[in-house]
Each structure stands twice: as structure tokens, then as C-alpha cells.
T-cell receptor, first 112, second 113 residues
């Protein structure tokens, strides 16, 4: 158990819909990261928050957004969903920069 | 453009022998490297890391070697155990972007009893 909690574990939704994925980082970790793992793209970095502020942005679509709340949990919002958004979405957390990131179990999103 | 590459999609090793997993990178801004292990339907599990100021880091059965001039790192597992069978990802982080990790495509390691 990494200490990073993601909910829900599975999500099935229709195209055009909007979903919210939730992540609780390990106790004491200020940084939260979101990654997408799809069959054809592998594990790709989406976005990082550090203590409530956006720190780095990767290949995140404009239809996707994230935020980190004062209690340090984070949410990833995916809107106008397309079939190609079906993937595993992982959240990770770390104490700070240049320290190992610990991953949650992931949320499997299926868009039908 | 794949900045982190694991050219071997799979590797099969006999129990007790050494497993060597390789990783190449192209971005000279990477200064922190990590190896993760992943089982199906689970998140990646951190194994070992190395900073660019070192060329070797060891933790129990796991050793990571970094060759900066060749932009190459490797993970050695000695001795290999059947429980090590999983997909191994190398990841790299640039020195100007916090801990944003770029992952390789993974190598599936199978350790035969």
C-alpha cells in the first residue's frame, strides 16, 4: 500500500460526459501528480500541483483540468469525454521535488 | 519523440541469475532517474532512484547504474526471484521541472523457477 488513495477504482461513462477523479496523497506529501496510461501512449505525465499551486504541465488536453485543495487532496476533471480518453489514470505524490513519487492504484476510465 | 526508451519489451531470466534491464534517454536536462515495478491493475511501485551526480546506487538486490556520457542507465537484480516478474519502467526527471517524470515504455521481466 503506497498510501496514495484514488477513487473511484472504475468508472464507465458515455461520450460527451464529464467525470471527476479524486486523489488523496500520502500524509505529509505536498506534491500531487496525475498520469495517464493508455495502451498506445504508455504512462504520460499530465499535471503537477505543489501545495495548492500548479507546478508543471505535461500533455494535458484543454478538456481536462485539475486542482489541489487546501487539505492537499486533488481532483482531475475530464469533460466532453471521447472514446480515446479511456485509460488508466494514476495519481502520485511526493514530499517535494527530486524525491520518489508514490503512485495510487489508479482509476480505470472506460468511455462508451 | 520518445525521450526515454526501453528497447527490450521483454526479458526472461532463470531464478537465481542476474536480470539486467536497460534504459536510454535523449534529454540532457534529465538529472534524476527512477525505476518502478508494475503489476497488472496496480499502480507503479517505486524501486530505486539515482541522481546524476552519482553513477551507482544500490539497495539490497537492486542496483542502478548511470552512464551519463552514453545517456544510459540499467537496473541489475541479483539474484532474480519469481516474485520479481512484473513490468519495469524507467523514468527520468529534468532539473528544471520539479518531479515531472517521463517514463519509458516498460520491459516485462519473467523470472522462471
Amino acid at each position: 500500500d503506497s498510501g496514495v488513495t484514488q477513487t473511484p477504482k472504475h468508472l464507465i461513462t458515455a461520450t460527451g460526459q464529464r467525470v471527476t477523479l479524486r486523489c488523496s496523497p500520502r500524509s505529509g506529501d505536498l506534491s500531487v501528480y496525475w498520469y495517464q496510461q493508455s495502451l498506445d501512449q504508455g504512462l504520460q505525465f499530465l499535471i503537477q500541483y505543489y501545495n495548492g499551486e500548479e507546478r508543471a504541465k505535461g500533455n494535458i488536453l484543454e478538456r481536462f483540468s485539475a486542482q489541489q485543495f487546501p487539505d492537499l487532496h486533488s481532483e482531475l476533471n475530464l469533460s466532453s469525454l471521447e472514446l480515446g480518453d479511456s485509460a488508466l489514470y494514476f495519481c502520485a505524490s511526493s514530499v517535494g521535488s527530486k524525491t520518489e513519487a508514490f503512485f495510487g492504484q489508479g482509476t480505470r476510465l472506460t468511455v462508451v | 519523440d520518445q525521450q526515454v526508451k526501453q528497447n527490450s519489451p521483454s526479458l526472461s531470466v532463470q531464478e537465481g541469475r542476474i536480470s539486467i534491464l536497460n534504459c536510454d534517454y535523449t534529454n540532457s536536462m534529465f538529472d534524476y532517474f527512477l525505476w518502478y515495478k508494475k503489476y497488472p491493475a496496480e499502480g507503479p511501485t517505486f524501486l530505486i532512484s539515482i541522481s546524476s551526480i552519482k553513477d551507482k546506487n544500490e539497495d539490497g538486490r537492486f542496483t542502478v547504474f548511470l552512464n551519463k556520457s552514453a545517456k544510459h542507465l540499467s537496473l541489475h537484480i541479483v539474484p532474480s526471484q519469481p516474485g520479481d516478474s512484473a513490468v519495469y519502467f524507467c523514468a527520468a526527471s529534468p532539473n528544471n521541472a520539479g518531479n515531472m517524470l517521463t517514463f519509458g515504455g516498460g520491459t516485462r521481466l519473467m523470472v522462471k523457477p
